[in-house]
């Protein structure tokens, strides 16, 4: 096979093809890195068969160019498109963190969009004609929505955990329960990170047992610092005993320079007991205790961007303001477009909220029967091998969020006569748009819970097509 190298087309013979003209123009890349990847496509042509390996056209043939460029392409899709792609959820998780938990409402992205275009007056009072801060903009929100004297916005939960020992427990002592010593996703460890900000750990009580006195019996001259984190993705059951908000607030006032902050985790604006689901705890009421701070996620529960929010007395939010932390951990101007119009609909009013996140959580299971029910027909209408059937499941919440919550559901299970389940999973997962499915009992299922009705058509296209 190797005399079939002599017979490779040079490269700019290739290049002047009308073929490969098209194909610049249709990736829209320039004639350099065209032929860079042209000569990448032609080596791997040599080598295959300098090693006896090539089962491909002769390369004198038409065929040989279309298979050269068709390597070509694959490069360019390897090489120059965007590494985040959208990824249809038929999972059922509606929080799921590895696949960028919430999702925008559109009026969020629609100001994302308008800021991201355009100048702002991110850090710029209109009505003074001076420099402004851009504190500001989500502060007032998150004021109005929680009766907070003063707020602020960095890039994350955990940063928000960070510039509050950093700034207000440097060296000094912070009294958390070793109940309450959790660690969340990717090793984050409350014990690790009040380590690196230089706060000195306390723990009192037990795993699943602490009582006030224990708080009050660790109390001395170094304590600055009364914590308590909310156990948002666990639960402990059985024989267990915990201090309230209630309890660590008046322990807190009767020692004048103690500080007392829960870490909430998720925070919520909405009352998902209202619709019956879980027991999360409202920040609004929270604060209404007497609660000095509180930090929470905007990704979770909020339904908005990713971002750390802190939330409470002046007093401290002024000193976390002014600490330099707060500048390395600050959010850009589409996080704070993003998180204040998701705010925005809180304020008109729970009716008015209108985020993916809270309609996927509050969606009936009346709503997903009839959308699977339509789902299954579709499927039934491919004639290609394809059953299906609708079972009742459950849904999670996760990212973290009430892990005790399991919300019902139905899915909608697929088999084919031909293909294994875990090459339909694998298949879907492969696509473009990637499409992410669970595998149960020799089945794939799809919960329709996040998906939307154009997706679905999506998914059935693409089982159409495997």
């Known amino acids: 096979m190797k005399h079939l190298v002599r017979h490779i087309p040079p490269i700019h013979e290739i290049q002047q093809t009308t073929k ?5 123009r249709h990736h829209e890349i320039s004639t350099e890195i065209g032929t860079d990847l042209l000569k990448k496509a032609i080596s791997f042509c040599r080598i295959s068969i300098l090693n006896d390996e090539w089962k491909g056209p002769h390369p ?3 065929a040989f160019l279309e298979e050269v460029l068709a390597r070509a392409e694959a490069m360019v899709h390897e090489s120059y498109f ?4 959208r990824i249809i959820n038929a999972t059922g998780t509606i929080l799921h963190t590895n696949l960028g938990r919430a999702r925008l409402g559109q009026e969020a992205i629609n100001h994302v969009i308008e800021v991201s275009c355009q100048f702002s007056n991110l850090e710029y009072d209109i009505d003074e004609g001076v ?8 502060e007032k929100f998150i004021c109005e929505l929680t009766g907070a004297e003063a707020a602020m916005v960095v890039n994350n939960n955990a940063a928000a955990v960070f510039l509050i020992l950093s700034a207000l427990a440097r060296q000094k002592e912070v009294i958390v329960s070793r109940g309450e010593l959790v660690e969340i996703g990717g090793s984050f460890r409350i014990s690790s990170i009040m380590e690196e900000s230089g706060a000195l750990l306390h723990e009192v009580g037990t795993t699943n047992k602490t009582h006030i006195r224990d708080y009050e019996e660790a109390m001395n001259e170094e304590t600055s610092m009364i914590m308590k984190v909310h156990q948002s993705n666990f639960i402990i059951k059985g024989f267990t005993a915990s201090v309230s908000t209630d309890e660590l607030v008046e322990l807190s006032q009767l020692h004048s320079g103690i500080l007392y902050y829960e870490d909430l985790g998720s925070g919520a604006f909405y009352d998902f007991t209202r619709a019956g689901i879980g027991n999360e705890p409202i920040v609004k009421e929270v604060l209404e205790r007497g609660v000095d701070l509180v930090s929470f996620s905007g990704d979770k529960l909020l339904g908005g961007p990713q971002a ?9 939010i002024d000193q976390l303001k002014k600490h330099q932390l707060a500048r390395v951990l600050r959010v850009d101007k589409m996080t704070l477009a993003a998180l204040e119009m998701t705010l925005l609909q809180y304020i008109k009013g729970e009716e008015q909220v209108k985020n993916p996140t809270i309609e996927s959580i509050t969606r009936s299971k009346e709503a997903i029967l009839h959308q699977s029910r339509q789902f299954a027909e579709d499927i039934h209408s491919l004639q290609k091998g394809y059953r299906s059937e609708i079972l009742e499941g459950k849904s999670q919440i996760g990212g973290g969020t009430m892990p005790e919550v399991e919300l019902d559901t139905y899915t909608v299970s697929v088999i084919h006569d031909g293909i294994s389940p875990q090459e339909i999973h694998e298949k879907l997962r492969k696509g473009s748009p990637s499409i992410l499915t669970r595998i149960q009992d020799g089945v794939v299922l799809f919960d329709l819970r996040t998906v939307s009705t154009k997706e679905q058509m999506e998914i059935i296209q693409a089982l159409q097509t495997m």
């Open 20 to 24: 490969f003209h098209t194909f610049l």
């Open 82 to 85: 965007p590494s985040l792609r």
């Open 60 to 62: 004198s043939s038409e």
């Open 308 to 316: 750390g929010i802190i939330a409470g007395k002046k007093r401290w």
């Open 131 to 138: 420099r402004g801060s851009r504190h500001s903009h989500a």
